[in-house]
C-alpha cells in the first residue's frame, strides 16, 4: 500500500485548499511535517520530512506545494528513502541572488535551489501566470529535476485565493504516479 506525505508551502493552507481537503478527505494522506505552518525554517522541514519519509519501510509518494518543492529538492539531495513519486506544485523560483526580504522568516538554507535531477518519478505542475515564477523557469525546475511538466493553464499559483478548493486534474496526476502506467492528461 502506498501513503502520501503532503510537502506544504510557507504558509498554514487554508481549509479550502487542496492539500488541506487531502489530508481531511483521505486517510492515508498526512502532512509532513505535522502540523505544517509558519515559519518556513529549510532545516527543520527537510528533517521532517526525513522523519515522515524514514518512519515506515512502505513507499511513499510525496504531494508537493510552493516551497514545499523546494524542501523535497533539498531532501533529495541529501537523504535517501522509500519515495517512490513525487507531484511538486507551482515550485516559487529563487534567483541565485535572493536573499529574504526584512523581517521575512525563511530560513537562507535554500540560497539556490538544487537543481541534479531526482532519484524518482515525479511531476511538475506548472501555471501560465503564477506571481512566483514563470512558465519558462518552471520548465527548467522540471527539465533539472528530471520531471514530466504539466501544464495546468493560467491558474494562479494553484492555491485556494485562485480557486482551488477541488483539484480533480491533482487527483488524476496522483493517481498517475500511484499507476505508472497511467498518463499525466488534463
Request: hydrophobic share 40%; with cysteine; glycine share 8%.
Amino acid at each position: 500500500m502506498t501513503r502520501y506525505l503532503v510537502v506544504p508551502g510557507r504558509g498554514v493552507p487554508y481549509p479550502e485548499h487542496w492539500s488541506h481537503r487531502w489530508v481531511t478527505d483521505h486517510p492515508d494522506f498526512h502532512w509532513a511535517p505535522e502540523p505544517p505552518g509558519p515559519p518556513y525554517v529549510a532545516a527543520e522541514r527537510v528533517a521532517a520530512l526525513h522523519a515522515a519519509v524514514t518512519a515506515d519501510a512502505e513507499p511513499a509518494i510525496l504531494v508537493a506545494h510552493s516551497a514545499g518543492c523546494l524542501t523535497v529538492a533539498v531532501w533529495a539531495r541529501h537523504h535517501t528513502g522509500p519515495v517512490e513519486a513525487a507531484l511538486l506544485v507551482t515550485p516559487p523560483h529563487l534567483d541565485p541572488g535572493w536573499s529574504p526580504a526584512p523581517g521575512e522568516a525563511v530560513d537562507v538554507v535554500i540560497d539556490h535551489v538544487p537543481r541534479e535531477t531526482l532519484p524518482f518519478r515525479s511531476i511538475l505542475v506548472a501555471s501560465r501566470n503564477d506571481p512566483y515564477s514563470t512558465f519558462e523557469q518552471f520548465e527548467a525546475y522540471a527539465r533539472d529535476w528530471g520531471a514530466e511538466l504539466f501544464d495546468a493553464g493560467a491558474v494562479g499559483h494553484l492555491d485556494s485565493k485562485t480557486g482551488f478548493g477541488p483539484w480533480p486534474d491533482g487527483e488524476r496526476l496522483v493517481r498517475s504516479l500511484a499507476h505508472p502506467g497511467t498518463p499525466p492528461r488534463r
